[in-house]
């Protein structure tokens, strides 16, 4: 999209106007291999299209500037490429967080908001966005993530060690110019914008999830408000769980959801 490339997975059925395509969205530096235990059972009943997104797995990873105007562009410009012209968007922490944005921004287009655990559920610091991107490199990203991996699960999740092996491995393997470049921006822009402004104006039923050992960066004290602000949600609570949901509750995660599109 926008002459980066992609790499896309679109399975399920195609045929079934009654049955809305859901569009996956990845988390910060995520891809398609982490819902590759909820998209199985999410494609029984729903169209389902995700897609490692700029910077991120396999696609494309220029040294240039990411931001999250960039990804809610290039999720439109990829629908528009499959002929897809309304979609449910799911994710969860920046995938959360786009969800909103583009049920804000695009409201007919995204009829229904399936989002778990968003980033941007904070109050904005401008500031604390630009000193990222002023000061923030190669060098201070692995203390980062070493940092960040420590709230991504819960220590009871049996494949916590395995998790975190397998992403450590895969950041070693694309590590470069622009996967660094995209760390930092994502999460600056991140940083810079909060949810709490648009989400009174975001009139579309919505699911709003949440593992409640998850308060890394205040995310429970941040869905509560998102709970407060948004006109039409449902909050569905995962006790015991933290924030990558899709990891460690997949097959549970990919139910709630189906349950919640066929409330209608």
């Given at each position: 999209?926008?002459?980066?490339?992609?790499?896309?997975?679109?399975?399920?059925?195609?045929?079934?106007?009654?049955?809305?395509?859901?569009?996956?969205?990845?988390?910060?530096?995520?891809?398609?291999?982490?819902?590759?235990?909820?998209?199985?059972?999410?494609?029984?009943?729903?169209?389902?299209?995700?897609?490692?997104?700029?910077?991120?797995?396999?696609a494309d990873?220029?040294?240039?500037?990411?931001?999250?105007?960039?990804?809610?562009?290039?999720?439109?410009?990829?629908?528009?490429?499959?002929?897809?012209?309304?979609?449910?968007?799911?994710?969860?922490?920046?995938?959360?967080?786009?969800?909103?944005?583009?049920?804000?921004?695009?409201?007919?287009?995204?009829?229904?908001?399936?989002?778990w655990?968003?980033?941007g559920?904070w109050?904005?610091?401008?500031?604390?966005?630009?000193?990222?991107?002023?000061?923030?490199?190669?060098?201070?990203f692995?203390?980062?993530v070493?940092?960040?991996?420590?709230?991504?699960?819960?220590?009871?999740?049996?494949?916590?060690?395995?998790?975190?092996?397998?992403?450590?491995d895969?950041?070693?393997?694309v590590?470069g110019?622009?996967?660094?470049?995209?760390y930092?921006?994502?999460?600056?822009?991140?940083?810079?914008?909060?949810?709490?402004?648009?989400a009174?104006?975001?009139?579309?039923?919505?699911?709003?999830?949440?593992g409640?050992?998850?308060?890394?960066?205040?995310?429970?004290?941040?869905?509560a408000?998102?709970?407060e602000?948004?006109?039409?949600?449902?909050?569905?609570?995962?006790?015991?769980?933290?924030?990558?949901?899709?990891?460690?509750?997949?097959?549970?995660?990919a139910?709630?959801?189906?349950?919640?599109?066929?409330?209608?």
């Open positions: 999209m926008g002459g980066i490339g992609l790499r896309v997975l679109d399975t399920g059925p195609v045929t079934d106007p009654s049955s809305p395509t859901l569009l996956v969205i990845p988390g910060h530096t995520a891809r398609i291999e982490g819902f590759v235990d909820v998209v199985p059972v999410l494609a029984a009943r729903h169209r389902v299209v995700v897609a490692d997104l700029p910077g991120s797995g396999e990873k220029p040294d240039r500037r990411y931001d999250l105007r960039l990804y809610e562009d290039t999720l439109v410009g990829l629908l528009d490429a499959l002929g897809i012209d309304r979609a449910v968007p799911v994710g969860g922490s920046l995938g959360g967080n786009l969800v909103l944005r583009l049920g804000h921004r695009f409201p007919d287009r995204f009829p229904r908001l399936v989002l655990a968003p980033g559920a109050t904005a610091r401008p500031w604390l966005a630009a000193l990222i991107e002023r000061t923030c490199g190669r060098r201070l692995w203390p980062s070493r940092i960040q991996s420590r709230f991504w699960y819960a220590d009871d999740f049996p494949g916590r060690e395995q998790a975190l092996q397998d992403t450590f895969y950041y070693r393997r590590v110019p622009g996967f660094v470049r995209m930092w921006g994502m999460a600056a822009d991140q940083i810079r914008h909060s949810l709490f402004d648009i009174p104006e975001i009139a579309q039923p919505t699911l709003l999830m949440w409640d050992q998850d308060h890394g960066a205040g995310m429970g004290a941040g869905v408000r998102l709970q602000l948004l006109p039409d949600n449902r909050l569905h609570v995962f006790p015991g769980r933290r924030h990558s949901l899709e990891a460690e509750i997949p097959v549970e995660l139910e709630t959801i189906l349950a919640h599109l066929e409330r209608g």
